[in-house]
C-alpha cells in the first residue's frame, strides 16, 4: 500500500467516523475532527455516476406517456365517431387527436429518437412505437389523397403530409423514415418518402447559391432550424438512392458549409439563429435549440458520409468548435441557457437534451474526447432527467419559435409540456448514454465525476488511475 492510499483510507475512516463521533459528542464538524472536501455538496439537480438502469426507467416512462397521448386512428371531426372503414374518409375525417400531432417535425425527432433506443436497449416497445405509426400514415394516407382530390379540403394534419409547404413538414420525418427502411424496416412508406423528398430537393425555397431559405421574416431570411429540417434527409437519401448517392451527399456538405459561412461565430463557437440576406449587420442570437439543430444535423451527416470523403473533415471539425463553445455554455445545474452566452435567460430542456445526445454520440463514435466531454454529458443528463415528471412529461421545454432580433422575445418565449419539442430530444439522449456507458467507465474521483477508458476497482473515495 502506498502512501497515497493509506492517506485516502484514512481520510475516508475520518470522513466516516470523525462525524459520527462529532455528532454523538454533540461537536460541530471542523477542520479537526472531519475531511470536509469530502462532505456531500448540496447540489440542486443531481450528480454522480448514473446507471444505465436508472436512465431506462426515465426513458420508459416517456414512452408509456407518449403511447397513451399519440392514437393511430381516423374519427368523423362531427361526431367523433372512429373510421376504421377507410373508404369513407371524407373531408370530416380527421387524425384522432391526441396530445400531439403524428406528423409535425418534432415527431419525426421522435421516430428517430425511438428507433435509436431500440439499437440501444433491445426493447421492442420502441421500435414498435414508430413503425405502427409509421404503417398507419401510409395505409390512410392515400384515402385522404383521394378525399383531397374529390372535395378540395381535407384534415390539416394530412395536408401536412400530403402537401408539404415547408421543411418543417417535410425532412425530420423523411429522415425518420429513411432511416428504418435503410435498417431493413420494409415498410409501406415509399410513396411517402418520395412525395416528402420531391419537396425537400425540388421545391424548397434557396438563396441564389442553393441554400434553404425562407421569406419570412424577411425576403431571403436563412434559420438555423432549417439545416435539421432538410440536410439529414438529403445525406440519408444518398444512402437510400444509390444511383444519386454523390449528388445527394455533396449536397449535404454544401449546405452545411453555406450554413455555418453565414451563421458560425468562430469567436464564441456558436452559431447565431437568423441570417437575412441584404442585413448591413448581424444580429447574433445564440438560442439554444437552434444550436442543437444544428450540432445534430452534423451527427446526422458525420454518420452517414464514409471516411475520407470530400468535406467530411471539415464538418468534423466544425462539430468539435462547436462542441467546444457549447461546453464552455453549460450552467451548474447541467442545463443550458434559452439563449446560450445570457447566464439570465432561463434553463431550456430541449436544448440541452440534444446537446447531451450529440455529445454523447461524438465521443461514442470518437470524434471527440471522451475524458473532456464525458462529466458534461453525465451532468447534462441529470439536468434533462429532472425535467421528467412523474407522468412522464417533460417540463422546461420552449415553445415553437420563430426568427427575432431582441433578446426580449426569446427571453420571454413561454415553456410548456406539450411542447413537443421536448420528447425526441429526450429519448435520443437517454438512448445515447446508454451507448456511451457500455464503451466509458464514469467514476467519482475526490468527488467530481471522471471518465476512465477502463474500469476502476477502487471504492476509495480517492484514487490515482489504475
Known amino acids: 500500500m502506498n502512501a497515497f492510499t493509506r492517506n485516502t ?3 475516508a475512516c475520518l470522513f466516516l467516523g470523525g462525524i459520527a463521533s462529532a455528532q454523538e459528542n454533540g461537536q460541530p464538524v471542523n477542520d479537526s475532527n472531519t475531511p470536509l472536501h469530502l462532505l456531500k455538496p448540496a447540489y440542486r439537480v443531481g450528480y454522480g455516476v448514473v446507471s444505465a438502469d436508472d436512465i431506462k426507467q426515465d ?6 406517456y407518449l403511447q397513451g397521448n399519440t392514437p393511430t386512428h381516423v374519427t368523423d371531426s362531427r361526431t367523433g365517431e372512429r373510421i376504421t372503414d377507410y373508404a369513407r ?5 380527421q387524425l384522432e387527436r391526441g396530445a400531439f400531432r403524428l406528423a409535425s417535425y418534432e415527431w419525426g425527432v421522435t421516430y ?14 420502441y421500435q414498435d412505437y414508430v413503425y405502427e405509426r409509421f404503417r398507419f400514415l401510409a395505409e390512410v394516407a392515400p384515402y385522404f389523397r383521394k378525399a383531397y382530390e374529390k372535395e378540395g379540403d381535407i384534415d390539416p394534419q394530412m395536408r401536412q403530409i400530403l402537401m408539404p409547404k415547408a421543411l418543417d413538414d417535410a425532412g425530420a420525418v423523411c429522415a425518420a423514415m429513411l432511416k428504418a427502411q435503410l435498417k431493413g424496416a420494409k415498410l409501406p412508406v415509399d410513396d411517402l418518402i418520395d412525395n416528402y423528398f ?5 421545391k424548397e425555397y434557396r438563396l441564389d447559391d442553393g441554400t434553404f431559405a425562407r421569406n419570412r421574416p424577411y425576403h431571403n431570411s436563412v434559420w438555423l432550424d432549417d439545416m435539421f429540417m432538410g440536410i439529414p434527409a438529403v445525406a440519408l437519401m444518398g444512402s437510400y438512392d444509390e444511383s444519386k448517392r454523390q449528388t445527394y451527399y455533396d449536397e449535404a456538405v454544401k449546405q452545411i458549409r453555406q450554413f455555418a459561412d453565414r451563421m458560425f461565430v468562430s469567436e464564441k463557437g456558436l452559431f447565431r439563429h437568423g441570417w437575412v440576406e441584404g442585413m448591413t449587420d448581424h444580429p447574433a442570437f445564440h438560442w439554444g435549440r437552434a444550436n442543437g439543430w444544428a450540432i445534430l444535423t452534423m451527427c446526422e451527416v458525420l454518420d452517414v458520409l464514409p471516411e475520407n470523403y470530400e468535406g467530411r473533415e471539415d464538418i468534423l471539425n466544425l462539430l468539435r468548435a462547436h462542441v467546444r463553445g457549447l461546453a464552455a455554455c453549460q450552467s451548474k445545474d447541467g442545463f443550458w441557457h434559452q ?11 430541449s436544448a440541452t437534451a440534444l446537446y447531451v445526445y450529440c455529445m454523447a ?5 470518437g470524434w471527440i474526447d471522451a475524458m473532456a466531454y464525458g462529466p458534461v454529458v453525465q451532468l447534462g443528463w441529470h439536468a434533462v432527467s429532472s425535467a421528467i415528471n412523474e407522468k412522464g412529461e417533460v417540463e422546461g421545454v420552449c415553445v415553437g419559435t420563430g426568427m427575432g432580433f431582441d433578446p426580449a422575445f426569446y427571453y420571454y418565449r413561454p415553456v410548456n409540456v406539450y411542447a413537443a419539442h421536448g420528447y425526441g430530444p429526450v429519448i435520443w439522449a437517454g438512448a445515447e448514454m446508454i451507448c456511451l456507458l457500455k464503451q466509458q467507465h464514469p467514476r467519482s474521483n475526490d468527488s467530481a465525476v471522471l471518465f476512465y477508458r477502463t474500469p476502476q476497482q477502487t471504492e476509495k473515495p480517492i484514487f490515482n488511475e489504475e
Open 339 to 349: 439563449l446560450l452566452d445570457r447566464n439570465d435567460s432561463y434553463l431550456e430542456t
Open 112 to 125: 428517430s429518437a425511438m428507433q435509436a433506443a431500440y439499437e440501444a436497449t433491445g426493447d421492442k416497445a
Open 361 to 365: 454520440h461524438a465521443i461514442n463514435k
Open 9 to 11: 483510507a484514512l481520510l
Open 198 to 202: 420531391d419537396f425537400i430537393i425540388n
Open 89 to 93: 374518409i371524407d373531408r370530416h375525417a
Open 59 to 64: 426513458m420508459d416512462r416517456v414512452l408509456r
